[in-house]
């Protein structure tokens, strides 16, 4: 399938630790991640307003979850939505790890 110059592009930014999704060369949202040994902890999703209602933060988790795996990775949802998405799509219970108080601790530190 080819893409359109209008398709959302997410692409994994390393040095600011996230994804970011673009619409025509726009950022219009982002989902941050910390990456602790072979786990990729998201913690932050969002969407700018002027991008809501048009399935973006679907298509960037999606897009980052599947990245993740691709990097034999698993998944830990701190951010609500990221779990929420999870839920519904259990396509990704095999890489997915609860968030323990381990972890969250963790991410504090991390994130100080």
């Known amino acids: 399938m080819t893409q359109s110059p209008t398709d959302p592009i997410v692409e ?6 996230r994804y970011e999704i673009a619409v025509e060369g726009r950022r219009a949202g982002l989902t941050a991640y910390r ?13 700018d307003d002027a991008f809501t209602g048009q399935g973006l933060a679907a ?10 795996r691709e990097s034999s990775m698993r998944i ?3 951010c609500p939505y990221v779990a929420k998405y999870l839920k519904r799509h259990t396509e990704y219970a095999d890489i997915a790890d609860p968030a323990t108080p381990e972890i969250l ?3 504090e530190r991390e994130l100080a």
């Open 35 to 47: 990456d602790r040994g072979d786990q990729r902890v998201f913690y932050h999703t969002e969407v």
């Open 76 to 78: 830990v949802p701190v």
């Open 12 to 17: 994994r930014i390393d040095a600011k630790h």
């Open 105 to 107: 601790e963790w991410l």
């Open 59 to 68: 298509a960037l988790v999606h897009r980052a979850l599947d990245d993740t």
